[in-house]
């Protein structure tokens, strides 16, 4: 029950992220994201840490349709959860594959 409720607030969270009206992140390269977790943690909030404590370490998936936020919405949640690290697997298959996924 105490996840579902830890679940419940986490989409509070990233409703208010998508509505937040900021210019997007530019994503961080593959190669960066094991230093991300030090640069997140300035940005944690202590509403976000709580909730990212209740989660305890369980993985976070966005799904939806394309250009929908997701990435924007990703990178704002795990910045502030301050434990997570956001990893946009578009950008990993690009790399991967060499080419664009659009």
């Known amino acids: 029950m105490a996840r579902l409720a830890a679940m419940a607030r986490l989409a509070a969270l990233v409703v208010s992220c998508a509505a937040f009206r900021a210019p997007a992140p530019r994503p961080?390269?593959?190669?960066?994201?094991s230093?991300?977790?030090?640069?997140?943690?300035?940005?944690?909030?202590?509403?976000?840490?709580?909730?990212?404590?209740e989660l305890k370490n369980v993985n976070l998936y966005l799904v939806g349709m394309m250009a929908s936020g997701k990435s924007k919405v990703g990178d704002i949640v795990s910045r502030r959860l301050g434990s997570y690290t956001f990893v946009d697997t578009d950008s990993t298959i690009e790399s991967a594959a060499g080419r664009p996924v659009s």
């Open 35 to 53: 230093s991300s977790a030090e640069a997140t943690a300035e940005q944690a909030t202590p509403r976000g840490r709580a909730l990212a404590e």
């Open 28 to 33: 961080r390269p593959v190669s960066m994201l």
